[in-house]
């Protein structure tokens, strides 16, 4: 099962209401994730973690220590926010192991942490078509991993096809904020570009 | 692809009538309601959309107030649509459906209906309301299609033999997501009965499709007439290629007004490709109405390289393509087209179907001794 690890944001302090809170922003990322991703594409687990809380060598996650936490989790998405206890908000952001031709950290937005983040959060704001586009970018690229790690010849080219099935159907869904930088240079330009380069690779017109 | 109504379905639906305004909204207070099958509300209904309340945040009752208001309009606007119906579930305050998507699907397909609609309501910091709708076409429509014959130019040593061929271009996009709308979530409903009416046109021919057909292009042009590009570009160029499905069936069935109904079916398939250049879907609708118009081998051509390079897994998309580059008379480039199409199915496990077979076995002919 492919996952996307959350780091657990809804620690500030020890209020009564964060457990809820925490709850609630796991519930409607998953929710997002399995409801509105396409159809090619099968939604990856929303999967928290309190790295505070756990025996692990971080303490938080950060953008520096974002791709070793996912090479010891053994994952390829994580979201996680740098808090600002004063305005009480995190400032989330997506990170994907990506190469170099599309950006690893994709800004989200802010994420109120004392309130039910479904009732608060802009979540039809750009962070989350942002949020959408990079998780089903990071799906792509991941089955273009795994294609390019099978052995036969057949398995590689049905891997391609469908990362390209998959890229198209999310370039389509999200077509209506491709004005949006972020996405536009990431799912739409690079995705594409990644794409022909794989194609070619294992023989397949791009 | 081609679903039609058969003679004997046709029977059913005069033994049992529905009535021109047919809707349920049934409460679901049983948490494992959709974990059973339920008898089917109005088996008799032709075109039926089944909507799952909208989900909310946990104390707002917007998400059940606009489920309600989005059945009373749809239920209005299908008046006059014999076999249309509509069913509503709502769900108690307090209570949670895990996933709305697969709900409104599962119970769309137990009851056999063509089309579900869910979504998700919030309300921003500003205390306005947004309305995430969400519509899958559980019963896909029939698509359009074009055959033709051509004679096309031989070579040295070659006896010409006719080219016979169609360009499916069914209907693939299953799932509409529409952006949020801010305010009057009405603007919906000429797209949800546009796409009813069109179901039903869709499933005659001539005569008989004509009225219903007419209604789609009225209600689908009112869609687009009403909502701005800007706003929800995905979900217009929809509208648009239904619009251009509506044109060319309405050519097919109306042949004295032929010529002005495709002209109206091509420049809508164009808005179509120009809103969403990624939708594998358009460019088959716009070669279709290429072929139709008599346009040149290339220009049809082009629009189905454009839907192998969309869709480099989708094997009708190399067959259309086959075809028509046999019938210009490049029947190398068309060998290699089909071959790929073969190896292309051949990797995604699935066997050689009927067209492959019937396309090789005239390219076969034609490019014979």
């Known amino acids: 099962v492919r996952r996307l690890i959350v780091s657990q944001l809804f620690t500030i302090g020890s209020d009564a209401g964060s457990d809820p809170a925490a709850h609630g922003f796991v519930h409607m990322l998953q929710s997002i994730i399995s409801e509105d991703l396409p159809p090619s594409i099968p939604p990856p687990l929303v999967f928290p973690i309190d790295f505070a809380e756990q025996a692990s060598p971080w303490k938080d996650v950060t953008q520096q220590n974002f791709s070793d936490v996912l090479q010891r989790l053994a994952s390829f998405e994580i979201i996680w926010g740098d808090r600002d206890a004063e305005k009480k908000l995190a400032r989330t952001y997506l990170g994907i192991p990506t190469g ?20 608060d959060i802009e979540i039809f704001g750009d962070g989350y078509y942002r949020l ?13 991993r795994e294609a390019e790690a099978a052995d036969a010849d057949d398995d590689r080219k049905r891997l391609i096809l469908l990362a390209r099935e998959q890229l198209r159907e999310a370039q389509a869904r999200l077509i209506n904020w491709h004005k949006d930088e972020v996405l536009n240079r990431n799912l739409f330009d690079a995705g594409t570009q990644i794409l022909a380069r794989a194609s070619a690779r294992a023989g397949l017109d791009p | 692809m081609r679903r039609s109504l058969s003679t004997a379905a046709l029977a059913v639906l005069a033994l049992w009538p529905v009535a021109a305004r047919a809707g349920e909204v049934i409460r679901v207070t049983d948490p494992r309601y959709f974990q059973t099958a339920h008898p089917v509300v109005f088996p008799g209904a032709e075109i ?7 989900e909310g945040v946990p104390g707002d009752s917007n998400g059940k107030q606009i489920t309600k208001q989005l059945h009373d309009a749809y239920l209005a606007q299908i008046q006059g649509l014999a076999g249309g119906a509509i069913v509503t579930y709502v769900i108690p305050d307090g209570q949670q459906v895990s996933s709305f998507r697969v709900e409104a699907e599962k119970v769309a397909t137990q009851q056999i209906a063509s089309m ?7 309300t921003d910091k500003s205390g306005e309301t947004l309305v995430a709708a969400r519509l ?12 033709y014959q051509v004679m096309p130019s031989v070579g040295h040593g070659r006896a010409p033999a006719e080219v016979q061929g169609v360009i499916a271009a069914p209907v693939t996009q299953a799932r509409i997501d529409f952006a949020p709308i801010r305010g009057d979530v009405m603007a919906l409903v000429p797209f949800l009965s546009g796409l009813a009416y069109y179901y039903k046109g869709a499933s005659r021919e001539g005569a008989d499709a004509l009225p219903w057909l007419r209604q789609s292009a009225n209600r689908l042009g009112s869609y687009v007439a009403q909502v701005p590009e800007a706003v929800d570009a995905a979900a217009v160029s929809q509208a648009h290629l239904f619009l251009a499905r509506v044109f060319l069936r309405l050519a097919r069935a109306s042949p004295a007004t032929a010529s002005a109904n495709l002209q109206e079916a091509g420049r809508h398939a164009a808005d179509a490709a120009r809103l969403n250049p990624y939708d594998a879907s358009v460019p088959p609708v716009r070669a279709v109405v290429a072929q139709l118009a008599g346009g040149p081998g290339p220009v049809v051509r082009q629009f189905l390289a454009d839907a192998v390079r969309l869709a480099p897994s989708d094997t009708t998309a190399q067959l259309n393509l086959a075809m028509v580059e046999a019938a210009m008379g490049h029947n190398d480039t068309a060998l290699k087209t089909l071959n790929h199409a073969k190896d292309v199915a051949r990797i995604q496990g699935k066997s050689e179907s009927n067209d492959h077979r019937q396309v090789a076995e005239q390219l076969r002919r034609y490019g014979g001794p």
């Open chain 2, 116 to 122: 579900a609609l869910w979504g998700r309501v919030v």
């Open chain 1, 132 to 144: 959408l586009g990079h998780v089903a970018l990071a799906e792509v690229l991941q089955t273009v």
């Open chain 2, 136 to 147: 899958s076409l559980v019963r896909t429509p029939p698509g359009v299609e074009a055959r």
């Open chain 1, 100 to 119: 170099t031709l599309a950006d690893q950290v994709v800004p989200l937005g802010d994420l109120p942490l004392e309130s039910d983040p479904r009732r």
């Open chain 2, 48 to 54: 039926k959309l089944v909507q799952v309340q909208f």
